[in-house]
């Protein structure tokens, strides 16, 4: 565990001396303060329900480009051999980057959260749901994470590696409608894999522990895989 | 730290196999490297040097065969067996972004360093080195020569007792290899060392054994320097090549071996292994009375370049 603290400051140091974070973090902000604005202007209802589906939504496009390079630039300009014959576990290296890419999400969300203390400023917001909200988010984006670095650390092609994790989060997002056109029991068992229908108690202000149960799965699944594929070698 | 035959190994591999689906890259590689030893893995482009290199250093896992580096299983104890190694890797990857200090704290905090004793090896390894000048240069606007070094000081970092250096004077200008082959000899003192090279004369100059290496196999360990360099002929003999001039050379008593080197015009020249160099003379002898025109006859030294080529002969690279 000691080596992941310098792991995860190089890692962060990668993050934020690149433009990526900044242009992620800005383009993500730039979408959903559009959306808060016009929704509030319209609607006049202090809730952000439809802010954390904008945002999961972002999040499904962001993430692919966060973790795309983690492995694999890593792998392509060698220093992944550097890293591995280091004296330094595998898992120490996973836990770094996805705490790195957990670091840029966390960032977004809490910059996010100055629409909640603009409808606190302007309104009586219920607060249940965006608590539940943003842990909802909190537990999504660390799945994608998880499930991202695992493509990443099986690839030595950025591009491959965001184009397969874009692919693989659209179908974990939208395969509940493929479950409604399925016999009995295969549509709960494909509804089961459903990133949105395990997001949606979360945003609406209702929170299940099958949910949190399911993401906590779905993390650790993720890092479980990449520490393999890390091994595989 | 000089190097003795004697010397217990600080690195064992016993038969060292390596399968990428249907080829095998390493093929049964054994060998042993003595404490205070540089050993050349000597091998053309493809031989299967890296890939060694590699599964010593725990980055492939072995398909068959282990390892050991200062005891330490590399495969199931690679924790404890990567802390005694220092590797550099080929084609030195290192961060580019990060400044030569910020990049050997790094290297140094995951080889277990840290607070004062961190920053006193990092001093260290920069003053031996040479590279307290550029400390706090990015490694992206360095030289391939500086950049060579920095990624041989982040090897050194933990004092490890094992050193592994992959292809260390590849892309660099005459200087500068020069320079690493310096330092390579003084790091000898304190370390002990395997480095690869496909270059002949490199590993001549700073290697105390080479291991030949071809299509992955071990095809000898040739001490440089060491007493069965003496006991070759070199003829230089009239005449195309021919059996019949082998033939003879090979009745000689003494003779243990004959293998044709080069031919130029009207003058062929063979290599003749013999128990003793006095064989000569019979040698010079039986020749001439078979008619063949003897131009040349002196011991040969049978160096690096010599014994690759006798070892590969019958090999082609892949």
């Known amino acids: 565990m000691s080596s992941v603290r310098p792991l995860l400051g190089k890692e962060a140091t990668a993050l934020f001396s690149s433009p990526i974070a900044y242009a992620v973090i800005a383009v993500f902000l730039l979408l959903l303060g559009y959306t808060f604005t016009a929704f509030l202007f319209l609607n006049k209802t202090a809730t952000l329900v439809h802010i954390f589906f904008q945002a999961a939504v972002l999040f499904l496009l962001i993430v692919p480009v966060l973790t795309m390079r983690q492995f694999a630039e890593e792998r392509k300009s060698g220093t992944l051999e550097l890293l591995l014959t280091a004296p330094v576990r595998e898992i120490d290296i996973v836990l770094a980057k996805f705490l790195a890419c957990m670091a840029v999400n966390t960032l977004m969300l809490a910059l996010s959260l100055t629409y909640a203390l603009v409808l606190h400023a302007y309104g009586q917001p219920d607060w249940g749901p965006i608590y539940s909200g943003y842990l909802g988010l909190v537990l999504f984006t660390a799945a994608l994470v998880a499930l991202g670095l695992t493509v990443s650390a099986l690839t030595a092609n950025q591009v491959v590696a965001a184009t397969v994790s874009l692919g693989m989060f659209l179908v974990l997002w939208m395969i509940d409608t493929l479950g409604s056109l399925l016999p009995y029991p295969f549509d709960n068992m494909v509804t089961g894999i459903s990133l949105l229908a395990h997001f949606t108690p979360f945003a609406t202000g209702a929170m299940y522990l099958s949910d949190v149960g399911f993401f906590l799965s779905v993390i650790m699944l993720g890092l479980f895989l990449s520490v393999r594929a890390l091994a595989r070698r | ?318």
């Open chain 2, 1 to 318: 730290m000089s190097y003795s035959k004697t010397m217990p190994p600080v690195l064992v591999a016993d038969q060292l196999s390596k399968r990428y689906g249907s080829r095998l890259a390493v093929d049964g590689v054994s060998f042993e490297v003595a404490s205070g030893e540089i050993l050349g893995l000597l091998g053309p482009n493809g031989s299967g040097k890296t890939t060694i290199l590699r599964m010593l250093t725990g980055y492939l896992r072995p398909s068959s065969g282990t390892a050991q580096v200062a005891g330490f299983d590399v495969a199931q104890e690679g924790l404890e067996a990567r802390r005694h190694i220092g590797y550099v890797p080929e084609d030195i990857p290192l961060y580019t972004h990060m400044r030569v200090d910020e990049f050997l704290a790094f290297m140094g905090h995951l080889k277990g360093l840290a607070g004062g004793p961190l920053h006193d090896r990092i001093a260290a390894v920069c003053k031996r080195l040479e590279l307290s000048q550029v400390q706090r240069t990015a490694i992206g606007k360095l030289s391939r020569g500086y950049r060579q070094r920095v990624a041989i000081a982040q090897a050194l970092l933990n004092n490890p007792p094992l050193l592994i250096l992959d292809e260390p004077t590849n892309g660099l200008d005459p200087r500068q290899i020069i320079e690493i082959r310096e330092l390579i000899r003084t790091l000898a003192t304190t370390q002990t060392i395997l480095v690869t090279s496909h270059i002949l004369s490199e590993m001549e100059k700073v290697a105390h054994r080479v291991a030949i290496l071809l299509n992955g196999r071990l095809r000898g360990v040739h001490v440089l320097g060491g007493s069965e360099t003496a006991s070759y002929l070199r003829l230089t003999i009239r005449g195309q090549p021919s059996a019949r001039v082998q033939a003879c050379i090979l009745a000689v008593a003494g003779v243990v071996s004959v293998s044709q080197e080069e031919t130029h015009g009207e003058v062929t020249a063979y290599l003749v292994q013999v128990q003793h160099l006095h064989v000569a003379e019979p040698l010079t002898a039986a020749l001439v009375a078979h008619g063949f025109g003897v131009l040349e006859i002196r011991a040969a030294r049978l160096d690096l370049e010599t014994l690759f080529l006798q070892l590969t002969r019958t090999e082609v690279p892949v």
